[in-house]
């Protein structure tokens, strides 16, 4: 499908649900640690001040629409079409103050279903169900989301992953929803490109970590920048680095959307490059 048949069907099934606009940026984030949504450290204060950057530049996104690695359903692809999506504290043996956040953003029902009627399972051909009940959002949209957008006056919807698909199927629904950028949708994809919680030294510093961690986090950013997605997709095929970096690889599909979401030749711009706990690479990427 040429991009101007794209468009026209998107406008078709978005009208009077979202506006067309100039083309919103799309982002992948690096969320590592719940806390980093609680600590002032150099991550969190990084993403407040992206958000500011992003509110500053006209036009304001009509909708947030995030990537989690922590949304895996199987079979197929999901999208939360509930008015008001709850906080999920997906995580343990956290302070209470972490499970006290809340993060009140509404949800967009009526844009889930009109976006689920552009998206198609690579396989299938089958719509994205739209999940009105069981799911919210996750620590790993709201826990970057509450410091870029604290005022939550964005509606947010979350996009799962059907985890056992082939990774080229999972940047193909990327490919799908590039076209909602033109529609006021902010994509955030949220992972990481380096997740080894085994591996994790807690007093570890910001640059601290392992030359697997080292290798693999660069040769994911030498991709990045030629915009070879073909690598990207192929990083299975890297051996122990990408044992080691991704044990499972939950944390770099998220990634792939966003890459997927990206139009030719868009700059890209790279930001809290380092590692969390050695383990974890925080490298977050902005396109557009």
Known sequence: ???SIESS????????VLEPSPRMPVLFVGH??????????????????????????????????????????????????????????????????LFEQQYPALGAPDAA??????????????APAVDDSEWGLDHGAWSVLGPMFPAADIPVMQLS??????????????????????FGVL???????????????????????????????????????????????AFQQWGEIAQMAQPTHDHYLPLLYAAGAVHEGEPLRFFNTGFQMAGISMRSTVWG
Not at 9 to 16: E, H, I, N, Q, R
Not at 113 to 126: F, V
Not at 162 to 182: K, N
Request: glycine share 8%.
């Open 1 to 3: 499908m040429n991009a």
């Open 9 to 16: 069907s998107a406008a078709t099934a978005l009208a009077g």
């Open 32 to 97: 590592g640690s719940p806390m980093n949504a609680i600590e002032h450290n150099a991550w969190h204060l990084t993403w407040r001040d992206l958000g500011q950057e992003l509110l500053a530049r006209p036009p304001r996104p009509q909708l947030i629409l995030c990537v989690s690695a922590h949304w895996l359903t199987p079979g197929g692809w999901r999208l939360t079409g509930m008015a008001q999506p709850r906080t999920i504290h997906d995580f343990g043996g956290f302070p209470r103050e």
């Open 113 to 126: 279903k009109a976006i689920a009627r552009l998206l198609r399972d690579p396989q299938t051909g089958a």
């Open 161 to 182: 992953m059907p985890y056992e698909r082939p990774v080229s199927e999972h940047f193909d629904v990327g490919r799908q929803l590039a076209m909602l950028r033109d």
């Open 187 to 233: 994509i955030v994809a949220s992972g990481n490109i380096v997740h080894n919680l085994r591996a994790l030294r807690i007093e570890a510093g910001v640059n601290a970590t392992y030359t697997w961690a080292n290798a693999f986090d660069s040769r994911v950013a030498q991709a990045l920048q030629q915009a070879d997605w073909q690598a990207l997709m």
